[in-house]
């Protein structure tokens, strides 16, 4: 009960300890096992794994947190069009973010904006932070941004 009140309270759905006492791993266990599988050999994910390994626990949430700050901002944005200047500006923010922990190009960008609107575990943690469908719109704001780059 304490993780739904936890939940109903504002925490996303990442941060509960909902499968400590079970054989389940927890969430992000999951997707970074999941990521570890499917971009294990790329030259990103081994630059991300090595500046995780370069950062304390409480940079690490610092950063992520970051991250978190900056999606909210988004939603709070989502009356807007994707390509205004705002949204943008935000879009910015969060490629500033991912930088911190790895190279960035435009193909990989549009592979975490599909991620993101395709995958249905990001689709529903995005759109926890809005009542319109988030993913959908980080979407097209973030492919909107590679556009212009």
């Keep these: 009960m304490v993780a739904l009140e936890e939940y109903v309270s ?10 400590n006492s079970s054989s389940a791993l ?3 266990e999951q997707y970074a096992n999941e990521a570890r599988f499917i971009y294990g050999e790329t030259e990103a994910y081994n630059v991300f794994n090595e500046t995780l390994d370069k950062l304390s626990q409480d940079e690490i949430d610092e950063r992520f947190q970051s991250m978190e700050e900056v999606f909210k901002q988004i939603a709070s ?8 200047d705002e949204v943008q500006r935000l879009i910015e923010e969060w490629k500033k973010n991912l930088m911190q922990f790895m190279p960035c190009d435009t193909e990989l960008l549009a592979c975490i904006a599909d991620t993101y609107k395709f995958d249905a575990r990001f689709n529903n943690y995005f759109n926890q932070y809005s009542n319109e469908d988030l993913a959908d719109f980080l979407h097209r704001a973030i492919m909107h941004y590679i556009s212009q780059s």
């Design 26 to 28: 927890p969430l992000k």
């Design 77 to 84: 944005c989502v009356d807007q069009h994707p390509s205004s």
């Design 10 to 19: 504002g925490n996303d759905i990442s941060h509960l300890q909902i499968f």
